[in-house]
């Protein structure tokens, strides 16, 4: 079959790959019909985090066909349209029952390495390095689904693929953020970054009841899809002054939830950006955390800050002394997305979420290459490249 | 020659005071500074422990497969973890010494078989990992070698 590889730092290819085999009597085999680019994408694909090898198959977002069952499986059967999780939890540990499924004791083969990296190993994802599990990624014609009757979730008629794609991980990644950070009604919150899972946690809040948001980007042609498709306010952060901005609409508390969707390769108009450019060029520090700085220093007393951006190792210059001073709650976590799909999935069919536009550009597997470059460029206005395998 | 002597000067005077504060630092230094392999010496006879999500009385009857199948070369005991957290499974090994146990380094060996019993108790078998299919290059030769480890002990 064929499959998007690494091939080394910013270089990637469409080769011939191996097709996938039922290994455990748990997992399910899919015919991938979409997927689609991720921002976390790009710090694998720029060697920021150092855990890839060559040939390995990127893709963690994604809906297919099933197409083959191992003995073990009860929910699904071939032909069902399924939209896949993007993080691989057994269902079955502590942490699973829990429902905190990123953080699953089993489903990452190669534990040892985020042990020495984090303390403990998070659970698998598809196609995010070795140190995520070494799963082959879903930019390819056919895919392994572990632990399938808990990963995988059928998708209702009623939801296109187009829409339903997002399921996998934008969608609950960002509902998590605002659910995590534990979104009221009458809050205000505010949202950095206007890529799909910033648009999608900001919808997210309006979901819940925040009486205003305000997501925060520095490309027009996002923060206007922000307004048109989320219907929240926007801030451009290299037009306005965010903090004072943040804090007179806000009666002059500040937001009382911040939720960071920007991750470790961020931007910012201050002189701080070339002190942490410079640090991250040379591997000084691992991260760059422009916004996750702000959302501390901006966040009301008392209020919460959740960090949904992947981050990597270690960063400099984080302002404990706002967070101890100012008594807020920091939450992080990637998305323990098999809690809220299902739900996710009713909201779409209701037409409550709608995600279409995020695919803004949509193209066969063969183009992948050109995909991630108009996508990490945001070139002609991209906010996701979405791939069709056998395309 | 005035500047190149004042600079000099500056520069003896840099040297000087970069060297009095290693000194500082390295007489104010943690006493496990400098011996091998740091503070982070293993000690082979240490209880390794995993919390496994049943019930004890399911372990009870024997130990899991793959913890199982490493015999009188470990010590295995069950202790009832605390909260809803289930079964507290603890082994640690019964010879001291280097020899390979089913050809793996013994503590690679002993940790790789708490996790995979874990899995067996918890899920019922153990999940494999997907194969490879990518290429070897210098420089991932150090995360191959990571890699085929990652089953073992993890912490630095």
Known sequence: MKGLVWTGVNELAVEDVPDPQI?????????????????????LIGGYIPFMRKGDVLGHEFLGEVVEVGPDVRNHRVGDRVVVCSFIACGSCWYCKHELYSCCDNGN???????????????????????????????ADYIRVPYADHGAFRVPDGVSDERALFASDAAPTGWMGADLGNVKPGDVVAVWGCGAVGQLAARAAMLLGAERVIAIDRFDYRLRATEQHIGCETLNYEQTDVGAELRERSGG????????????????????????????????????????????????????????????????????GAVMNKGLT??????????????????MERDELVTEHLATHTMPLSEAPKGYKVFKDKE???????????? | ????????????????????????????????????????????????????????????????????????????RLQQAPGDKGTELHARLTRTGHDPINGQDPLEALRSALRKAKQVAEVGYVLEPDPTATKRTPLNEPLRQATKHAGGEGRL
């Open chain 1, 330 to 347: 920091l939450h992080s976590a990637q998305q323990h997305g098999h809690r809220y799909i299902p739900m996710l999935l009713e909201r």
């Open chain 2, 1 to 76: 020659m005035g500047i190149r002597r004042a600079a000099v000067a500056a520069g003896s005077v840099a040297v000087a005071a970069g060297s009095a504060a290693i000194k500082k630092v390295l007489a104010r230094a943690p006493s496990g500074w400098g011996a091998p392999g740091g503070t982070a010496q293993k000690d082979p006879q240490r209880w390794r422990a995993v919390t496994v999500n049943r019930p004890i009385q399911e372990l009870e009857g024997g130990v899991p497969g793959p913890l199982a199948e490493l015999g009188d070369a470990v010590e295995v």
């Open chain 1, 253 to 320: 508390r500040g937001p009382d939830v911040c939720i960071e969707a920007v991750g470790m390769e961020a931007h910012s108009p201050d002189p701080s950006y070339g002190y942490d450019q410079i640090k991250h060029q040379l591997r000084l520090q691992t991260d760059r955390p422009t916004a996750v700085r702000q959302a501390i220093y901006n966040c009301r007393k008392g209020g919460t800050v959740f960090v949904l951006g992947v981050f990597g190792g270690f960063v400099d210059k984080f302002p404990l």
């Open chain 1, 23 to 43: 290994q455990n009597p748990g997992d399910v085999i899919l015919k991938v019909s979409r997927t689609v680019t991720c921002g976390s994408d790009l710090h």
């Open chain 1, 109 to 139: 083969p190669n534990p040892a390495i985020p042990e020495g990296l984090w303390g403990f190993p998070p659970g698998g994802c598809y196609g995010y390095s070795h140190a995520m599990g070494g799963w082959g990624g879903s930019h």
């Open chain 1, 380 to 391: 002609d206005n991209c906010i996701r490249s979405v791939f069709l395998p056998g395309g």
